[in-house]
């Protein structure tokens, strides 16, 4: 919901589970479902492996013997739109090979980051733990603690019809933070934003969490321009002027689907 690219460099982070999309283990794929790819499985569970840190906790053979079986993790995620496909997909290897349950949210955070970066190169661990948890997430000040779902803004998802990859667009960001002027407008007014808003949002203050919103909204569209596809620019312009809707990104943008608030609410 809030934090996007801000919490990998110490901002607060907030995110919700979505109950419309869900990965289960299967020997067959059902219709409307894919399976994630054999390839990107056995590469996860080559990671865990080969990763003390990660192996202490999941048992790796197991996991292995169930992908020579045939077994499948079959989803409804649509991948590569910023619904945390690969956090749900890291949630169920833990869930399903997980040898002990781990209580620290800080390290079970930790842990699955550790596994969610096969796909992103560098991840919080965010999703995965919300698709775990099936709970709302807060990560602020380097502790992690769940929080009760807030809606006290109506918003819905924008399809911007097309994919994109969280790891290209995660290494955009890193290499732009390698810029004085750019860190210095991230660490000194993106990020404090971005953790307004999310202070506004857990009060349910819809009254002055708008107008941050269009602030923010603004902000996305001039220094996170590598995360907005160039055929909803205009569109997202017109939102901040005078328009209907407030757009934002959802989780690494770059395509997938963005998010959409009417102004009028």
Known sequence: MFGEYGVLKGGIGLALPYHACHAWWSDKTPHGTSAVPGDIMRKLQQWCAEKPELNAFIDVAAFLQALNKGEELVTDIPMGYGLGSSGAVVAAIYDRF?????????????????????????????????????????????????????????????????????????????????????????????????????????????????????????????????????????EWENSLNGGAHIFKLCGAGGGGYMLNFPKDQ
Request: aromatic letters at 8%.
């Open 98 to 234: 997980k040898k002990k349950t781990v209580a620290d949210l800080d390290l079970l955070k930790q842990l699955l980051g550790g596994m969610e970066s096969v796909f992103h190169g560098k991840s919080s661990g965010l999703d995965p733990l919300v698709s775990y948890l099936n709970k709302a997430v807060l990560i602020s000040e380097g502790k992690t603690e769940t929080q009760p779902v807030r809606n006290p803004l109506k918003f819905e998802l924008y399809n911007t019809e097309i994919s994109r990859s969280t790891s290209h667009l995660v290494e955009t960001f890193m290499e732009r933070m390698k810029d004085d002027a750019y860190r210095k407008l991230i660490m000194d007014t993106y990020i404090p934003l971005s953790n307004e808003c999310i202070a506004l949002w857990l009060e349910g203050n819809r009254q002055a969490l708008l107008p941050k919103l269009h602030s923010l909204s603004a902000f996305q569209l001039e220094y996170f321009n590598f995360a907005i596809p160039s055929h909803i620019r205009k």
